[in-house]
Structure formats: structure tokens, C-alpha cells
């Protein structure tokens, strides 16, 4: 994902599993994280993590996981810290993917001042952030003690959370309990490459406006920070990056139109100036 903040920073956030870990088509994140850290330097990027729901995934083994991204990253200069206006300090950025899967209370014990292996107000504490999926996710993340909540997909109407409809409520629900809202946008959707089932959910691009209706429903919300999804992830066809037409023996790629290969990074410094200017 790619993340816009109030402070002009750019960020990307990187999905992540613990050492000797991955998805079943990734590479040990362990191996790639120092030269991604060292490349978003040299270009005056950041690099934030989005926790994937690795193996064994639960409380305890997260709490493991986030002391050794900070003992083995956190000193480095592409890594992001964004200032949470509460505490008054700079902090970590962590999504964490598929929250739901942990119970509320578990997620407790480490995200609340009294849990019982509690992160918070110690060199390992940051802003943690829960996926809103359904409706009720609002109330279990905020009893779990995350930081806010953030909506990932990029499909209008597929979820609750990443219905635009939805956006201003869940932004007045945050607020009341001092809890960030992160929604989620994207330039379209499309991954029947990899779900053939899954046609009722393409949004088309639509030459970009699907884009910057997006852009500009989050930004009717006025939240702190956008996230987008995505960046590169070519298989949901939410991909930003430079692009050319591309076709293959079995699939033909939906490329950026009449607006070139630029087309949606373009279109994400536009809107992304227009955040900026209006903090």
C-alpha cells in the first residue's frame, strides 16, 4: 500500500511475516526489508509494515514480532514514525491484515494500558491499526485497544468498511473515541485472473474517475491519513504504478487508457497535494 499523510511524507507499506516466513508466493520479507529500508531512504521514502496474518498469528507471538522489527529496523532512516497528536510523540505505523481473527479481549491484553503483556508505554508502543471489515468490527476493534482502523479494499460496496456511503459514520464513530480512521482507496478492482468467481466485485477504472472519486470521498472525511491499495499488486488489479498495455498468451492486462502510463500517479499527486493543502 501506499500512504498519504497530513506531513507530505511518502510512504509505502509493505506487507510483512516474521523471519523464515512468507505467503505462498513471496520470498522471505526478511531477506527483501533491509534493501527496500535503504532504497525508500536514498528516495526520500519511508517504509511502514503491514502485518500479514503469518502462522501462529495471536497476541503474544505479534508482541514477539514487533519487538524485532524495532530492535532490527527501527533505527533506520526510511523507517516511518508518524506523530500521534494524543501522545504527543512519533510512533510506528502497523496495519494489521485480517484483525478479526484474533479475539478482542486477546488483542487486549496487549493493546491497553492494563493488558497483561501490554506494549503501551514502552519503547516497543506504536499506532496499530485494525482492519474494518463488517459493521461490528467498529466496537471490537476499539475494545481490542488498537489505534484506529483502516479499510483496505479497494472495492466499493464489497465490504462495510470499503463502502464510501459508510465513510463519514465510521469517521464519526472514530472521532468520539479518539480513534484515527484510514480509508482505503483504489483505482479499480479486478482479480478473476486469481478468483474466477469473483466477477461481482470488479470496479472498472473507468480512464481514472473510479480513482478520483475515491480520492475525493476519502478526502470529504478530512482524515488524518489515506491509505491506497494498491501500489503493485497486478494479480486485484489495483495497481498505480507506471504501466504500459500488456498482454499475454491467456490474459490481457486492463491498461491506463488514454492518459498513458503515468496516468495514476498523476492523478495520486493531484489529490494527494489537494490532502495537503487542506490540513
Known amino acids: 500500500m501506499v500512504i498519504a499523510e ?8 509493505v506487507s510483512w511475516y516474521p523471519p523464515n516466513d512468507a505467503d ?11 534493501l527496500i529500508l535503504d532504497l525508500a531512504d536514498k528516495y526520500q521514502l519511508k517504509v511502514a509494515f503491514h502485518i500479514e496474518p503469518f502462522k501462529g498469528r495471536d497476541h503474544q507471538t505479534l508482541k514477539t514480532n514487533i519487538k524485532y522489527i524495532i530492535d532490527t529496523y527501527g ?3 526510511g ?15 502497523y496495519y494489521i491484515y485480517d484483525s478479526y481473527l484474533v479475539k478482542s479481549s ?7 494500558p492494563g493488558g497483561s503483556i501490554s506494549i503501551r508505554n514502552t519503547e516497543y508502543d506504536g499506532i496499530f491499526l485494525g482492519l ?16 484506529g482502523y483502516y479499510t483496505y479494499f479497494a472495492t466499493d460496496g464489497f465490504t462495510y468498511g470499503s463502502s464510501w456511503k459508510n465513510w463519514r459514520e465510521i469517521r464519526k ?46 478526502l470529504d472525511i478530512n482524515p488524518s491519513m489515506i491509505s491506497i491499495t494498491s501500489f503493485n499488486e497486478w494479480h486485484e ?13 491467456s490474459f490481457t492486462y486492463i491498461d491506463y487508457g488514454p492518459e498513458g502510463p503515468q496516468c495514476y500517479l498523476n492523478i495520486t499527486r493531484q489529490y494527494v497535494s489537494k490532502f495537503i493543502s487542506e490540513d
Do not use: C
Open 6 to 13: 497530513r506531513r507530505n511524507e511518502r510512504v509505502l507499506a
Open 24 to 34: 505462498n508466493e513471496g520470498t522471505n520479507p526478511d531477506k527483501l526489508i533491509p
Open 75 to 77: 533505527k533506520h532512516p
Open 79 to 93: 523507517f516511518y514514525r508518524h506523530y500521534d497528536r494524543i501522545k504527543k510523540k512519533h510512533l510506528p505505523v
Open 106 to 112: 486477546n488483542w487486549a491484553e496487549l493493546f491497553t
Open 132 to 147: 474494518l471489515v463488517e459493521r461490528q468490527h467498529k466496537e471490537s476493534v476499539a475494545s481490542a485497544g488498537f489505534d
Open 173 to 218: 464513530y472514530a472521532r468520539g473515541r479518539r480513534l484515527m480512521f484510514v480509508p482505503s482507496v483504489g483505482p479499480g478492482y479486478i482479480d478473476t485472473r486469481v478468483r474466477p468467481w469473483n466477477d461481482k466485485n470488479t470496479r472498472s477504472r473507468q480512464d481514472g474517475r473510479y480513482y478520483k472519486n475515491s480520492l475525493q470521498k476519502a
Open 237 to 249: 488489479g489495483t495497481q498505480i504504478e507506471t504501466a504500459v498495455p500488456k498482454a499475454t498468451d
